[in-house]
């Protein structure tokens, strides 16, 4: 390895760990498929436990599930964002993200609406609540469908149903942490603070986030085989149909 393109490999890593992305426009997206440069920028990637995602005109950098010296574990997510009070918050934010996204990646349709259009929390209160509904009713049939799916299922029902829902309020009132809004907006703080979703209409009935391209990037390479996100995507699906 010459001292040429451990010098690049370095420019092209540490720029994508400061802004998480490069686009194609930037001369270190072509820097960066120089063979020598693109082997040394995986070999500092692999040994800080990130990831380089080489998607469409979009290089992508983010810290692996576990070992990683740049991953934000949960005492450090819960410094930051106050609202996650503990663990079980913690899990139920991730299941409204993974909802956000089925909503937005249930086909090519629903890409190119959602990107327009976006999402309402709303919509997304609605989708949560049918995941609960359903999983309240297999932990009630089935004694060891929360063990199989490694998921704190009951937490998470009790969590969401003591929660109190928006639309029984019948007005809009700002979201807090004894309302699924104030655990939805939660949630998409954290995506907004990487850069994965714009929020419009903050104050609004109406308050909706819009999928940025570095989204659907992320969902292609990282969320398309994996189960669990597949389920909840059909439960999205099943529950959109029921509301057509």
């Keep these: 390895m010459d001292i ?18 490069i686009e194609d426009s930037d001369e270190l997206y072509n820097m960066y498929f120089e063979p020598t440069v693109r082997e040394s920028v995986r070999m500092l990637a692999d040994q800080s436990g ?39 918050h913690f899990y139920a934010v991730s299941i409204v993200i993974m909802a956000f996204m089925a909503e937005i990646d249930r086909n090519q349709a629903a890409k190119i609406k959602t990107r327009r259009e976006g999402v309402t929390f709303f919509m997304i209160e609605r989708a949560v609540t ?46 807090n942490k004894k309302t699924r809004m104030g655990l939805i907006k939660t949630a998409f703080k954290l995506l907004e603070d990487e850069g ?29 085989d994996q189960d669990r996100y597949e389920e909840i995507k059909s439960i999205v699906a099943r529950q959109e149909e029921s509301y057509a």
């Design 50 to 88: 990130t990831q380089v995602i080489e998607a469409h005109k979009r290089l992508h950098l983010i810290a692996k599930a576990g070992g990683s010296v740049f991953a934000t574990n949960f005492t450090h997510l819960r410094s930051r964002h106050k609202d996650i009070e503990n663990k079980k």
């Design 130 to 175: 049918s995941l609960m509904d359903q999983w309240e009713v297999k932990i009630a049939q089935d004694s060891m469908a929360e063990k199989r799916s490694g998921l704190a299922m009951r937490d998470m029902v009790t969590l969401w149903k003591n929660l109190e829902p928006e639309s029984e309020r019948g007005v809009f009132t700002r979201p």
């Design 196 to 224: 994965l979703v714009y929020i419009a209409d903050r104050d609004q009935p109406g308050i909706k986030a819009f999928p940025s391209l570095e989204l659907f990037d992320r969902l292609e390479y990282l969320y398309g």
């Design 4 to 21: 040429e393109s451990m010098k690049k490999a370095s420019a092209v890593y540490f720029h994508m760990l400061k802004k998480k992305m």
